[in-house]
């Protein structure tokens, strides 16, 4: 297996944890999912957070996202194509989110070592500005898509 294909088995089979465990997935546990050494991994990345980058990387890919639509059947008709479209992105929003959400989640600042006084206000912060507004936009859509 070339370094690129281990790279990207090891992401793979990580994704599944960081999804479970956040940052604070253990090398260990990486190692035994994606079938591998512990070594093997410091081999292609240099330490644990290079991996959790890569996952979020991984998530955030929008090739990955064009892939999974180009491989929409053109043939359906419209309204089963736009459902699978929604589908799609949907997929993609909600696994990069989750992703970087327990990526970035109180397991983080742990590793980050980042001092106690200020890992408490970081997790009591945490989502500020992240919850939707109750105000609507009141702004009328033009175009062939206005309802």
Known sequence: MTPDERRAAIVAATT????????????????EAARVAEGTIFRVFPDKDSVLRAVVADALDPDLTLRDL???????????RLTAVVRVVQHRVSESSACS???AGPARSRTAKVPRKDAKALRRSSGAGCRPTARRSTRRSTGPWRT
């Open 101 to 103: 959400a327990r990526w």
């Open 16 to 31: 599944p944890l960081v999804l479970r465990h956040g940052a604070g997935v253990t090398t260990r546990q990486i190692a």
């Open 70 to 80: 180009a491989e929409i059947d053109r043939g359906l008709p419209f309204r089963d």
